[in-house]
């Protein structure tokens, strides 16, 4: 039982490029959520899932979508890096949406320059 | 509207000493969770604990302890007998339950650093 994973754990992008940042899970959970870690500012909600094909935006969605064709993945897309995206991103997966313990992965330390 | 204020940004100790980190939350729901999370120097993401609205029982596991006041709006967590292995990032998050889609509120969190 991996948990939740994330690859890449670092990656640096030029400014406009596009990139993926991939997280499974294998709890069977039907939450997942995108999260970003600013110093200073706690985690705030991108993005999440509450199944497989529904999504819908948290606090801070400008400049990223998402989808889930499936339980177990839920990519975060960077559509045209800027440096205000550099920062550390974390999924999170749980069983329900509120009031449950959120599960998170190890976090993706993205720089864009 | 909901937030989380952790109005300690940092706070050193030394080792043995006692430390309280506060937690004031706002919400106009009447069911919702309370958690604290741990966010050691290696970056992951530990869950201490969780508690609802209508607990307002105080907890206790070994040298941590959680103090639940609705009175006050506060969730404050007490480390006892402060352990260098203690320093970390705590996050302090909310989750309301008529909410769809909020997942967690995360407080700034609170630096705590511990030398011996």
């Known amino acids: 039982n991996a948990g939740v994973t994330q690859t890449p754990k670092f990656q640096v992008l030029k400014t406009g490029q596009s990139m993926t940042l991939q997280c499974a899970q294998d709890m069977n959970h039907e939450y997942m959520s995108w999260y970003r870690q600013d110093p200073g500012m706690g985690l705030r909600l991108i993005h999440y899932s509450v199944g497989a094909g529904i999504t819908d935006q948290g606090e801070v969605p400008n400049g990223y979508n998402v989808s889930r064709s499936t339980t177990e993945d839920f990519p975060l897309r960077l559509l045209s890096a800027a440096p205000s995206q550099t920062s550390v991103y974390f999924c999170?997966?749980?069983?329900?949406?509120?009031?449950?313990?959120?599960?998170f992965g190890p976090g993706t330390r993205l720089t864009v320059t | 509207a909901q937030k989380v204020t952790q109005a300690q940004t940092e706070i050193s100790v030394v080792e043995k000493e006692d430390v309280t980190l506060d937690c004031v939350y706002e919400?106009?729901?009447?069911?919702?969770?309370l958690f604290w999370y741990k966010q050691p120097p290696s970056g992951e993401l530990v869950f201490l604990i969780r508690?609802?609205?209508?607990?307002?029982q105080n907890e206790i596991s070994g040298r941590y302890s959680w103090n639940f006041q609705k009175s006050t709006s506060s969730f404050n967590f007490t480390i006892t007998a402060s352990q260098v292995v203690d320093s970390a990032v705590y996050f302090c998050a909310l989750s309301e339950a008529n909410q769809a889609g909020t997942a967690l509120i995360f407080g700034k969190g609170t630096t705590l650093s511990v030398s011996s």
């Open positions: 508690r609802n609205s209508f607990d307002e």
């Open positions: 999170a997966s749980s069983y329900g949406l509120a009031g449950v313990e959120q599960y």
């Open positions: 919400t106009r729901d009447t069911t919702y969770y």
